[in-house]
């Protein structure tokens, strides 16, 4: 059975910084992600990796500011998240990405299988 875990989430001040880990049960394929949900709005890509060549992809919106990263042997995943904005403020998921393709910079995506996410709140 696949499971997400993700954990980290916590209320800051913008300009602050966050990381994000998900712990991974029962998915062995190479490619995840990350992606967030504020309320009211439509589910957005953040990051992705291990996909074709093995490099990160980021949406526009968080490029420069989040990194995406995991230990393989540990099962874990990643985001490093700097620079918060209160746009950023959502509900944060990490979800298996089977097809391996990544997030488009408009943040589109085709992750299926997350976990309960983690809460993430920026204050101005």
């Known amino acids: 059975q696949v499971q997400f875990m993700e954990s980290g989430g916590d209320s800051v001040q913008a300009g602050g910084s966050l990381n994000l880990s998900c712990v991974v049960s029962g998915y062995n394929r190479n490619c995840m992600g990350w992606f967030r949900q504020a309320p009211g709005k439509e589910r957005e890509g953040v990051a992705g990796?291990?996909?074709?060549?093995?490099?990160?992809s980021y949406a526009d919106s968080v490029k420069g500011r989040f990194s995406i990263a995991r230990d393989k042997v540990q099962k874990l995943l990643y985001l490093q998240m700097n620079h918060l904005k209160p746009e950023d403020t959502a509900m944060y998921y990490c979800?298996?990405?089977?097809?391996?393709?990544?997030?488009?910079?408009?943040?589109?995506?085709?992750?299926?299988?997350w976990g309960q996410g983690t809460q993430v709140t920026v204050s101005s």
């Open positions: 990796i291990g996909h074709l060549d093995g490099s990160a």
């Open positions: 979800a298996a990405d089977p097809n391996c393709s990544g997030v488009h910079s408009s943040g589109m995506h085709f992750f299926t299988t």
